[in-house]
Antibody, heavy 120, light 108 residues
Framework: EVQLVESGGVVVQPGGSLRLSCAASGFTFHDYSMHWVRQAPGKGLEWVSLITWDGGSTYYADSVKGRFTISRDNSKNSLYLQMNSLRTEDTALYYC?????????????WGQGTLVTVSS | DIHMTQSPSSLSASVGDRVTITCRASQSISSYLNWYQQKPGKAPKLLIYAASSLQSGVPSRFSGSGSGTDFTLTISSLQPEDFATYYCQQSYITPPYTFGQGTKLEIK
């Protein structure tokens, strides 16, 4: 059974930093690209970042570019999101998602999310 | 960036109704269109990928169609468990893989 378990979400002050983690199990982690998607309270879904299977390529939404860094450790089946210079608008539930194996990109598995609150 | 627009933003319907939600892309995305269902307090669930392919385990009352810029999600006969928010997402070539704003399907 595929499982994605996020952790690391807390309350942090504006300008602060945070690292989110996602522990993956039930699939061959190093074979798949992984993504972070976020959802502000009461709002829609926003794609945040992508890392390829080997960590060789990373991509970011313009809203987080230069502040967030996605990484992975395939030896630990783990995905990370380093979040720096946090803003109030970064407050959201952050989901770790797995890219499917089909030739058509989609997110076939999601974690339960970890809540990041940026507030003074 | 490709912008995705869903309509309507909200919809009231009854059990047994046939419901259609539309999604329009700001430029052609071929068939790189996914549909997700999200229930309150839960993570989104993939329903349809590649515009019309049904994800494994998803009931056949869900179907998707379209290509280019215009897409639809149809629920042929609404069931009580289908009341949720639905999102389209484009996954055309390079990021960002943008979502529509969502359509909230409520019980009439």
């Amino acid at each position: 059974e595929v499982q994605l378990v996020e952790s690391g979400g807390v309350v942090v002050q504006p300008g602060g930093s945070l690292r989110l983690s996602c522990a993956a199990s039930g699939f061959t982690f190093h074979d798949y690209s992984m993504h972070w998607v976020r959802q502000a309270p009461g709002k829609g879904l926003e794609w945040v970042s992508l890392i390829t299977w080997d960590g060789g390529s990373t991509y970011y939404a313009d809203s987080v570019k230069g502040r967030f860094t996605i990484s992975r450790d395939n030896s630990k089946n783990s995905l990370y999101l380093q979040m720096n210079s946090l803003r109030t608008e970064d407050t959201a539930l952050y989901y770790c998602t797995k890219a499917s194996s089909s030739g058509w990109l989609n997110f076939d598995y999601w974690g339960q999310g970890t809540l990041v609150t940026v507030s003074s | 960036d490709i912008h995705m627009t869903q309509s309507p933003s909200s919809l009231s319907a009854s059990v047994g109704d046939r419901v259609t939600i539309t999604c329009r892309a700001s430029q052609s995305i071929s068939s790189y269109l996914n549909w997700y269902q999200q229930k309150p307090g839960k993570a989104p669930k993939l329903l349809i990928y590649a515009a019309s392919s049904l994800q494994s385990g998803v009931p056949s009352r869900f179907s998707g169609s379209g290509s280019g810029t215009d897409f639809t999600l149809t629920i042929s006969s609404l069931q009580p468990e289908d009341f949720a928010t639905y999102y389209c997402q484009q996954s055309y070539i390079t990021p960002p893989y943008t979502f529509g704003q969502g359509t909230k399907l409520e019980i009439k």
